[in-house]
């Protein structure tokens, strides 16, 4: 564990808010309107985190332990990316598992937390959450099995790193679709048009804002920035597999996948502006459709 | 193996004693720890010489031994075993009186030993001595309510089930050992006569497949399993859950062992009826709305997962990679292990509520995380190991498997299509994170929905010991893969025949950083939690309602329930998800259907019974004994005819 590797780490959970802040500027000028400042989210987490806290009645510890433990554990998941495209500050053999795992972990104490409530909006959000992850977390591991083919390595860091940056040569095609696998399965798992609305006010409409409608205070602040920090992962995938950057320098290869982070949210705006949210029960097809193109980049590589 | 067999005879001489509670305790535990002794220390490295019985005993001599497969099994038997007995004095404590609870106590003393002994034997006859052992104490436990009449439909089912399985058990050894001529059916000797030609060899790993795949509850032999789990007792459904299906997978494991590489067809068979387990046992439970029948299908579901791994095992053996056999096989006994811990924990966790509420229907409970904080905690952490989140056990086997799996995807022969399997193990992952967010959610989060959990009490602390130290043992494993993944590699290369120092190398070096990762998930989890409540020290929180989108008055009937929690999933898999709606005017239900049990078995046996029914009138029917006799000339006649034709003489 570098010490580079933990300062990368941790300007990414500094710029990770700014990421939907670019997303939901995007759409406000594609669509005719100022919009919010794009550093907006800073100014509210530092207002939500001075406010006071207010809790149901009918929860227990379990509500106040699921921000800490869904925040917790997306930290810990970023130290297994390769941010400077070569080496993450953690790695081992198999630490796909481990952080597909520690996604996992995250959504069950966030989606306990939102049914400790006992209100039937958030079990309306929590069913939706998980059935549309039931899907996520298959195509994901499509979309890591066409990497291990590619780069021949079990770890992230393998994964993403000098190895990928090899296989591009001649598995650039196969890697392309899985790039905009991961983009699809970014706008499911983050809640994002076209699988949900984030900009909706409408309860019985809404997945991920829904089961955290309980929350405030302290507590929204670290699903806030939680959730920030997941679109900003799943960015830094989408940005690894699509620009290798073992080949620069650790600076330039950040600063260069800062940029395509910037990019990424561009991106997830301007679909937000140019697509509707499809209706729930068409998500899982949407899903398959993601896994079909991973599935298409596996036989490609298969020989 | 002197300890092992001291062992069991005390656990044997504590079912005596049953009637004392305190003696009960005493020698049961320390019969489980006499005989996890030699377990921990086969595990560890060290070698236990067999025992023979060579005296005029048929089919051979007896031999009872001990290597690194029957000690991982046996220390599940006995560490499960232990804490389902402490649970069983409690749970029955009330029914005392009422029933007899000495003969339970004395039946599941029988039923360990019996596990124990099959594991150790190593021979035909004492294993099928042990086996039958197993099946009618466990038949027994099953029918301990026989006044409620869906309990002795399940015994009946599962006694027949057993014993189909166990008639073609007869088959395997009599296949396997027949054409020596010596007559002598211990393991070694059966192990002699590999290998077969394709056609034997073939016979003997379907047999083996059925037989065994009938005990572990394989899709589609897992017709018995949730009747049998829902109707009995929590301990005995625990016991049986978390070890007694195991069998069928010890049994697997060993004829692989005895075997040899099989060929391929059989692990790709393997490996089908492992995601066939692990996806239709997940969305089956999904469907649920009994807690037991919900938890037995989880077990189909572990099964299917545990399959998968023996299915990478045998296809990697087959096609010449020793790193994936041995990370395809270690990963099965290692998932063995931690299921049995999470999930007997559940299923005593279960017990618990039950036995504080009065019923098994989700629906009808809620809000007990307020009422019983020891088995929400228990349970929530049963929940997670089961989902395989880290830091807790299930993660680290499914790792394990996980790797095997994706190894094979750059292997670079037919292997590759073999780590497709991964999607399946993703997807029965996630599903099963589903299950168990709407099982702990409608159980224990939110209000009551019924008077019953409004009055739940936590139950007695005999209840809520063995639940603590089944929870400690799943954490401890997560904390420190390290600990078990290098006796579980040396269990994987004893399966495949393989020296153990080479082939499970990449792998052992890698639970080192898993042991940094879960050590490190763990701490940080803890520092995050302590950062959390120093910092929110100031200001005193308000209470308040639920947030009900402005309507004042929510009542527990608005809450969510578990059928509406997994309509959207059971709705993508309609035909396959086996559930009944019921649609009237005024209500709406769904209930859930066996496909296998209620779709094909009892339509298969009412036909079979029509048929015989008109088989009986033909013979007997209307004419009587006269008719009879008609059928008797004509027999005869037509046999003479026969002969005539094939021109032999009678």
């Known amino acids: ?303 | 193996m002197t300890l092992v067999a001291v062992g069991l005879t005390l656990i044997l001489l504590a079912g005596l004693a049953a009637s004392r509670e305190a003696l009960f305790r005493i020698l049961l535990g320390a019969g489980c720890l006499t005989g996890a002794v030699p377990a921990l220390a086969v595990l560890a490295g060290e070698t236990v010489r067999d025992v023979r019985v060579a005296a005029a005993t048929p089919f051979g001599p007896w031999v009872f031994g001990l290597d690194a497969l029957s000690a991982v099994f046996l220390l599940a038997i006995l560490s499960v075993g232990a804490a389902c007995a402490f649970y069983g004095l409690t749970y029955l404590a009330h029914e005392r009186g009422r029933r007899p609870v000495g003969a339970a106590h004395l039946l599941l003393a029988v039923l360990v030993a019996s596990l124990a002994l099959a594991v150790v034997a190593r021979a035909a006859v004492p294993f099928l001595i042990a086996w039958e052992g197993m099946a009618i104490a466990a038949y027994l436990l099953v029918v301990l309510e026989h006044e409620r009449r869906e309990v002795r439909r399940a015994g009946m089912i599962y006694v027949v089930a057993t014993h189909v399985g166990t008639l073609l058990l007869f088959a395997l050894f009599a296949i396997w050992g027949g054409t020596g001529g010596t007559g002598d059916l211990s393991f070694d000797a059966l192990g002699a006569h590999a290998p077969f030609s394709a056609g034997r060899g073939g016979m003997i790993l379907a047999v083996a497949l059925i037989a065994f795949g009938l005990k572990a509850g394989a899709v589609p032999f897992h017709f018995w399993l949730p009747e049998a789990h829902a109707a009995a007792p929590a301990h005995v459904s625990a016991l049986m859950s978390g070890v007694v299906i195991k069998m069928g997978i010890y049994g697997l494991l060993r004829t692989i062992v005895l075997f040899g590489a099989p060929p391929p067809w059989w692990g790709w068979v393997v490996l089908a009826l492992g995601a066939a387990s692990g996806v239709l046992g997940v969305v089956w439970a999904l469907a649920q709305h009994d807690i037991k029948r919900l938890l037995a299908f989880h077990s189909v579901e572990n099964i299917g997962i545990i399959l998968l791994g023996i299915g990478a095992g045998a296809l990697g053996l087959a096609y010449g990679h020793p790193v994936i056999a041995v990370l395809g096989f270690a990963g099965a006994v290692l998932h063995t292990l931690n299921h049995a811990l999470f999930k007997s924990l559940l299923f005593l966790a279960a017990g618990s509520v039950i036995h504080a509420t009065g019923t098994r229907e989700i629906d009808h409970l809620g809000g007990l995380a307020r009422r019983m904080p020891a088995t929400t905690a228990t349970f929530l952490i049963g929940s997670a190991a089961i989902v395989g989140l880290p830091p807790l056990n299930g993660f680290v086997s499914e790792w394990v498997v996980y790797q095997a799996l994706l190894r094979g995807v750059s292997a670079g022969d037919a292997m590759q299509f073999a780590g497709l399997a991964v999607v399946v193990l993703a997807f029965i992952g996630a599903l099963a994170l589903a299950c168990f967010v709407k099982v702990v959610g409608v159980l224990y989060l939110g209000t009551p929905r019924r008077t019953l959990a409004t009055d739940a009490r936590e139950s007695a602390a005999g209840m809520i010991r063995p639940l603590v130290g089944l929870a400690v043992a799943c954490v401890v494993i997560g904390l420190v893969p390290i600990a078990v993944v290098p006796p579980g590699l040396r269990v994987g290369s004893l399966v495949a025949g393989l020296p153990a120092a080479t082939a499970g190398l990449p792998a052992a070096a890698a639970a080192g950083p898993a042991t940094m990762f879960t050590i490190a998930l763990a701490l940080s989890l803890f520092v995050a939690w302590g950062l959390y409540v120093a910092l929110g020290r100031r200001g005193q929180p308000a209470e308040s309602a639920t947030w009900g989108c402005g309507y004042p008055s929510p009542t527990p009937r608005m809450a969510y329930t578990a059928s509406s929690f997994a309509a959207p999933l059971l709705g993508v898999f309609r035909s396959f998800a086996g559930v009944r709606t019921h649609r009237t005017a005024q209500a709406f239900a769904t209930h859930a259907v066996d496909p296998v049990l209620d779709e094909v078995l009892v339509p298969a046996w009412r036909g079979a019974r029509t048929a015989a029914a008109w088989l009986r009138h033909a013979q007997r029917g209307g004419g009587g004994l006269s008719r009879y006799l008609l059928w008797v000339g004509a027999a005869v006649v037509a046999s003479l005819l026969y002969l005539l034709a094939v021109g032999r003489n009678p």
């Open chain 1, 1 to 303: 564990m570098t010490a580079e590797g933990l300062i990368a780490v941790g300007l990414l959970g500094i710029a990770a808010p700014a990421v939907p802040g670019i997303a939901v500027k995007t759409k406000s000028l594609l669509t005719g309107r100022r919009g919010p400042p794009m550093l907006q989210l800073y100014a509210d987490l530092a207002k939500l985190v001075r406010k006071g806290r207010v809790y149901s009645r009918t929860t227990t510890l379990i509500f106040r332990a699921g921000p800490v433990v869904a925040l917790a554990s997306l930290i810990v998941a970023a130290l297994f990316l390769p941010l400077d495209g070569r080496e993450a500050p953690a790695r081992f053999a198999g630490d796909i598992v481990a952080f597909a795992g520690l996604l996992a972990l995250g959504r069950f104490a966030l989606v306990l937390a939102g049914l400790d409530t006992g209100s039937s909006f958030e079990g309306l959000g929590a069913s939706r959450e998980v059935t549309i992850a039931s899907f996520a977390e298959p195509t994901m591991f499509l979309c890591f099995i066409a990497l291990v083919l590619a780069a021949g390595d079990l770890s992230l860091s393998g994964m993403l790193g000098t190895p990928l940056a090899a296989a591009w040569p001649h598995a650039g095609a196969s890697l392309s679709l899985v790039g905009v696998s991961l983009f699809v399965l970014l706008l499911a798992e983050n809640s994002r048009v076209p699988v949900d609305d984030p900009a909706t006010h409408l309860e019985l409409t809404m997945i991920h804002e829904v089961i955290v409608l309980d929350h405030g205070g302290p507590d929204l602040a670290l699903i806030l920035y939680g959730s920030a920090l997941k679109l900003t992962l799943f960015g830094v995938l989408v940005v690894s597999v699509l620009v290798p950057r073992a080949g620069l320098s650790g600076p330039a290869a950040l600063a260069l996948l800062f940029a395509g982070l910037g990019v990424v949210a561009v991106a997830v705006g301007v679909v937000e502006s140019v697509m509707a949210r499809v209706r729930l029960v068409r998500v899982p097809q949407l899903l398959v459709g993601a896994a079909a193109l991973a599935l298409v980049a596996t036989i490609l590589q298969l020989r």
